[in-house]
């Protein structure tokens, strides 16, 4: 049975930083391409970050490079999002996904690529 648990959330104040941690078990992790998404009040979930099983290419998008940091540690199952400068706009509930499709790379992969889901854990940043 695949689980993914998310961790490290919680209340910041803008320019502050955090890092959020999941891990997963049940698979092996070092061989599937990983990401954080993120939904916000209203909004629809978004990818921000994606990194290969290797971890050798990533991915950010816009909203979040420069400032977002992801990374993995394949030894302990664990993938890393370390946020940096954070705005009160990343308020949202952050989630881990494991790209099941076995793609190699983060580029072009699609909501449909990721079949295993954590719960989520939530990030507020106040002003």
């Known amino acids: 049975q ?4 998310e961790s490290g959330g919680t209340l910041v104040q803008a ?3 955090l890092r959020l941690s999941c891990i997963v078990s049940g698979l092996t992790f070092d061989s599937y391409t990983m990401a ?3 939904q916000a009040p209203g909004k ?21 490079r420069g400032r977002f ?8 199952n664990t993938l890393y999002l370390e946020m940096n400068h ?3 706009e990343d308020t949202a509930m ?10 190699d790379y983060c580029a072009g992969l699609s909501f449909a690529d990721f079949g295993y889901w954590g719960q989520g854990t939530q ?3 106040s002003s």
């Not at 695949?2 to 648990?5: I, L, N, P, S």
């Not at 952050?94 to 793609?103: D, F, G, H, P, W």
């Open 2 to 5: 695949v689980q993914v648990v």
């Open 15 to 17: 320019g502050g930083s």
């Open 36 to 38: 954080w998404f993120r």
């Open 44 to 64: 629809q979930r978004a990818g921000i970050s994606c990194i290969t099983w290797r971890g050798d290419s990533t991915f950010y998008h816009d909203d979040v």
């Open 69 to 76: 940091t992801i990374s993995r540690d394949n030894a302990k």
């Open 86 to 88: 954070l705005k009160p």
């Open 94 to 103: 952050y989630y881990c996904a494991v790209e099941t499709n076995r793609k």
């Open 123 to 125: 990030v507020t940043v």
